[in-house]
């Protein structure tokens, strides 16, 4: 298998990375971001670049990649301009889409890492989409417009291209010790938000399951949509009380404008599509993904557990995150030169 | 009040595998787990792996519908009373309710504040203790506190999905109201008179979850609050299905007369199930047969209405 990895910048990028260099079936690894990779590799070839399609279509041609892994898609509106992320998931998108559709690609799988904010949140959705379930009501934040485009894209890849097997993972709304989500942001405030008088109830996969999954969808040949979220769901109320922190209130009417005081102090910035989040919650079924063979490692409750304990680890002795920086002359010394032993 | 043995308990249906991979990758497919905690005990099944391992880390009850058996019992405890002694309702055929699996309970509707919905829901419970989810409207979903009590309290929006999931999947008793608020916005004098049930969509998802529809008779709601006047223009005004004037208004003020229901009589007849012959899980079916046992089911909870109101000596005695 010769992987392509967007976004191996991203945690993800690099943690899939890690994941598929331990394979055998693996033989070449290329890695393709604007940032360098957050965890030391071994055999991933790095290419800092952005997904022109220019670029991707040589590195698809020259490479001969035959399974393209597409995490880099930013679900997270408040670390990017709107610009920066229509740029980044739509036009990224389209670019390596189309390099992958190209005449002479050897591309035969895609996998893209999407999210359930397609979905949207609103009071008259059911309680738990399928896959095939519609939103209720247009989308109304650009990060929901911009990934509803994305899989449109997808989907039109995947009607003009039927030797290629495309799956889609829906990812709901992630926690690990080494994620920054906008869930994992709000829980780590001394004080939470909360929409006055709601109490959602919200699903969440651990970052193990995102992994997982994505490693699952490459390795094995499961095209189509799925969504990815652990079993159950948990009131917001509770998902403090395991967390161990004190909600405070935001007021229900006008809560957009009872929030921009916190965004521009830069204390928490609540995106809208969060906002919504807090208010009706969201569930989706992952039945599904179960069904093609995947087994989940932590339910809803246990992924909050995770994480609180990760939480109370990190106050006690600071933080852990890997202190990594990549270094070009020292990697490529290792990949390519002749000095470096062998056993191929 | 005596338990009421049923008699009529079938095996949950059966689950159809659905294939809904494009391709199917593995020909060995996992079983599918059901999503719902039922409170432990309500229920003499084994719970799922995923319940017994997030047992130790939950710290509420709160079930996978919002459903919290702590508030429930609470509100039973706070309105037991009320069902006991001010509304003294009492059952019949209360051995039609299987013990185990879905079934969709549809019962007629009334009062501008329905009063019926919290008596049948507290009943089945009591009596049976059987969960009961009840369908409401999606405006209860976006009411700040009273719109989460309501959920905790066993409130569900009447989205097709969430009535299908919860009968299909997790085999729950589900309370829904056809007439919607086309029966409880129904004058005095029209009281009794069953509208018709709409596009009878509770058919379709019966049919499709494979499980009976159970039709309740109510007696009591009707009077409990008489609605003598609606304003369709305020209604229109402040958003509402109508705006009602009832007789506890005019008694007891605007605010308290949307709370004190007069202490009419409650009966509450449970007919015998509906089951339809007919494949579940299917893409479509067929609309006159959806209509015509709709109607069916209309006209049989209307005879029971009509027979039960021929050996109703007093409103507020029975």
Same mark, same amino acid.
């Given at each position: ?69 597409? +995490?880099?898609? &930013?679900? *997270? ?121 709601? @109490? ?59 929030? #921009?005081?916190?965004?521009? +102090? ?7 599509? !969060?906002?919504? !989040? ?24 246990? +992924?909050?557990?995770?994480? /609180?304990?990760?939480?109370?680890? #990190? ?27 062998? @056993?191929? | ?17 659905? *294939? !809904? ?28 792996? /995923? ?26 405890? &706070? ?40 008596? &049948? ?18 405006? =209860? ?37 056809? #007439? ?59 958003? !509402? ?5 009832? /007789? ?27 089951? =339809? ?17 709709? @109607?069916? &089911?209309? #006209? ?19």
């Amino acid at each position: 298998m010769r992987v392509l990895i967007t976004g191996l910048g991203t945690y993800w990028g690099s943690r899939l990375a890690q994941h598929l260099e331990a394979r055998d079936d693996v033989e070449v690894i290329v890695g393709l971001d604007t940032h360098a990779p957050r965890l030391p590799l071994e055999r991933t070839e790095f290419v800092r670049a952005d997904s022109s399609y220019s670029i991707l279509h040589r590195i698809v041609q020259a490479t001969e990649i035959d399974t393209v892994l597409h +995490t880099h898609l &930013i679900v *997270d509106s408040t670390q990017l301009s709107g610009r920066a992320m229509h740029e980044i998931n739509v036009i990224g998108t389209m670019n390596l889409l189309a390099a992958a559709g190209a005449p002479d690609s050897t591309v035969r799988k895609v996998v893209l890492k999407s999210s359930t904010l397609v979905y949207g949140s609103n009071f008259k959705d059911p309680y738990y989409f399928r896959e095939d379930t519609q939103r209720t009501r247009a989308p109304r934040t650009r990060v929901e417009r911009s990934l509803l485009e994305v899989e449109a894209f997808l989907r039109d890849f995947a009607e003009d291209n039927p030797h290629v097997v495309v799956s889609l993972l829906r990812f709901t709304n992630v926690l690990g010790d080494h994620l920054d989500t906008p869930f994992s942001r709000a829980l780590r405030l001394p004080l939470v938000p909360e929409v006055f008088g709601f @109490d959602p109830k919200l699903q969440f996969t651990h970052e193990a399951d995102v992994e997982g999954a994505l490693v699952f969808a490459t390795v094995h040949d499961v095209p189509g949509v799925y969504n990815v979220a652990g079993d159950g769901t948990l009131p917001w109320s509770e998902v403090c009380k395991i967390v161990g922190k004190r909600r405070v209130p935001l007021p229900p009417i006008g809560t957009n404008w009872a929030a #921009e005081p916190l965004r521009m +102090t830069r204390v928490l910035d609540l995106s809208p599509e !969060l906002l919504m !989040l807090l208010r009706y919650g969201r569930g989706v079924d992952n039945t599904r993904f179960k069904r093609v063979g995947y087994h989940y490692q932590f339910s809803s409750a246990a +992924t909050v557990d995770e994480f /609180a304990r990760g939480l109370r680890l #990190e106050h006690a002795v600071g933080s852990r995150r890997p202190a990594y920086t990549y270094e070009r002359d020292v990697e490529t010394f290792f990949r390519h030169s002749p000095a470096v032993v062998r @056993d191929d | 009040m005596t338990r009421f043995p049923s008699s009529v308990s079938d095996e949950p249906p059966e689950r159809p595998v659905i *294939d !809904l991979t494009e391709h199917a990758a593995r020909a060995d497919l996992l079983p599918v787990r059901p999503a719902v905690p039922m409170p432990t005990h309500l229920q003499d099944r084994a719970s799922s792996p /995923a319940d017994r391992d997030d047992a130790g880390v939950r710290e509420g009850d709160v079930d996978a519908w919002g459903r919290s058996e702590r508030v429930r019992s609470l509100t039973r405890a &706070i309105y037991d009373p009320v069902y006991r002694f001010w509304f003294r309702a009492e059952w019949e055929g209360l051995e039609n309710i299987p013990e185990r699996g879905g079934a969709l309970l549809v019962a007629n509707h009334a009062a501008a504040v329905p009063s019926d919905a919290p008596v &049948i829901m507290h009943g089945i419970e009591k009596e049976l203790s059987r969960a009961v989810y009840g369908l409401a409207e999606y405006l =209860f979903r976006t009411l700040p506190v009273v719109g989460t009590l309501w959920s905790r309290a066993g409130g569900v929006p009447a989205h097709p999905d969430n009535a299908y999931r919860l009968l299909h999947d997790d085999h729950q008793l589900v309370l829904v109201f056809p #007439e919607g608020s086309k029966g409880t916005g129904k004058l005095y004098r029209d009281r009794y008179k069953l509208h018709r049930f709409g596009r009878a969509g509770f058919v379709e998802i019966a049919m499709r979850a494979g499980v009976p529809v159970i039709p309740i008779a109510v007696v009591g709601a009707e009077e409990s609050m008489p609605m003598l006047w609606k304003s369709g223009r305020l209604a229109k005004l402040l958003n !509402l299905p109508y705006f009602p004037i009832t /007789a506890n208004q005019l008694l007891f003020g605007p605010v308290l007369g949307a709370f004190a229901y007069f202490p009419a009589k409650f009966r509450l007849r449970v007919l015998p199930p509906v089951r =339809f012959d007919l494949p579940p899980d299917q893409e479509r079916y067929s609309r006159s047969r959806v209509m015509d046992e709709a @109607d069916s &089911i209309r #006209e049989h909870i209307q005879g029971a209405l009509y027979d039960m109101l021929r050996t109703r000596r007093s409103v507020w005695f029975g």
